[in-house]
């Protein structure tokens, strides 16, 4: 397989990570324990309106990462948004994770694979494509 194609491929799959979490698990609510996060960690009163607010965040994230603008600020703002959420989450709701505290592992694992589509993969195309 060639550079731009697990490129590519990288690409889609981040933006349907963004995309199925922020709609599916956030918006639909087909997923109820991310409402339930919320709620631990930022209150009970409107974990409804702000699990939304979230779901619409990523889906707009989703979108960002399939543009590619600015596509080296768009890696660094979702390394670091996977990052603290995820130590929160770890920190704060660790009974509510799917696979409790092993979710940073994912995480970490997610954020690794922004890091290296971004900066390795996608430098890779650049410096082949230069005169």
Known sequence: MTAIN?????TFFITG?????????KMLNLVPRHQQIVARI?????????????GFSEIIM??????????????????IIVVIMNTLEFILTPDL???GRLNAVF???FVGLVYYNEFVLNRKLKLQTLP
């Open 62 to 79: 989703g979108i960002w990462v399939l543009t590619r603008f600015k596509s080296k600020f768009n890696a660094i703002t979702q390394i």
């Open 6 to 10: 697990t490129y590519r491929i990288l």
């Open 97 to 99: 994770l799917l696979w």
């Open 17 to 25: 990570v963004w995309l199925i979490n922020g709609l599916v698990c």
């Open 42 to 54: 930022l209150g009970e009163d409107h974990s409804r309106h702000l699990t939304i607010l979230i």
């Open 107 to 109: 995480a970490l694992l």
